[in-house]
């Protein structure tokens, strides 16, 4: 498809499971972000690839969120012995180019997988 | 951290009435984004802002930028019930590569 693409749409999960969320971005686009948004908030910044470089973390929870994107394509976010806490809607995004906050470079948005830790 | 603060929390108004959205940043802004979001969806992107006083509009939406107030604004024209939703700024760090939301202002348009 054109748009990026998250899998799977709903996650349930009992406490203390792994979890694998996946994110298909566009085609050719550099940037990578997650995001972790909570009911009734806005998106919280997880971390930032471009490419297969992942160049922040820095938004990452604890040791227990991991993020990859191997060939500089598909991102996989792992979180590792689930808790309650970890239960939200995680988006992912691309853009076009590297990032720079004064540069224009929308963010394309999935849908986001979301995450319900029993 | 950067942080974006967004008035009012949630809005509620009938249709054919203008509104105002606001946005004010802790820190220096360096480019301000705007996105839609619907429940259950992500975020479409409306419009970016990188210069100080500069004005944009997408159809009946029009957003400012005042980077001395590190603040931006968005307003909507004769509002429609298309354009219920959350409205969200975006900014990214001036350091380093994370990109911050504002708390979102919940919109419910009254036919």
């Known amino acids: 498809g054109a748009g990026v693409s998250q899998s799977p749409r709903y996650k349930v999960a009992k406490r203390g499971q792994d979890v694998a969320l996946r994110c298909d971005p566009i085609?050719?686009?550099?940037?990578l972000f997650w995001y972790q948004q909570a009911l009734g908030q806005g998106p919280e910044f997880l971390t930032y690839f471009q490419n297969e470089a992942q160049l922040d973390k820095s938004g990452l929870p604890s040791d227990r969120f991991f993020a990859e994107r191997p060939e500089g394509s598909v991102s996989t976010l792992k979180i590792q012995r689930t808790q309650q806490e970890d239960s939200a809607v995680y988006l992912c995004?691309?853009?076009?180019?590297?990032?720079?906050?004064?540069?224009?470079?929308?963010?394309?948005f999935g849908d986001g997988t979301r995450l319900s830790i029993l | 951290s950067q942080e974006l603060e967004q008035s009012p929390q949630s809005l509620i108004v009938q249709e054919g009435k203008n509104l105002t959205i606001n946005c004010t940043s802790s820190k220096t802004l360096y480019g301000l984004y705007w996105y839609k979001q619907k429940y259950g969806e992500g975020l479409i992107f409306l419009m970016m802002?990188?210069?100080?006083?500069e004005e944009k509009s997408h159809e009946k939406i029009t957003a400012k930028l005042d980077e001395k107030k590190q603040q931006s604004s968005l307003h909507i024209t004769a509002s429609q019930p298309s354009h219920a939703g959350i409205y969200l700024c975006g900014a990214g760090a001036n350091t380093g590569n994370q990109f911050y939301f504002g708390t979102g202002t919940s919109l419910t348009v009254i036919p």
């Open positions: 085609s050719g686009h550099v940037s």
């Open positions: 995004a691309s853009s076009l180019g590297g990032f720079r906050p004064d540069s224009n470079q929308p963010q394309h």
């Open positions: 802002l990188q210069k100080g006083g």
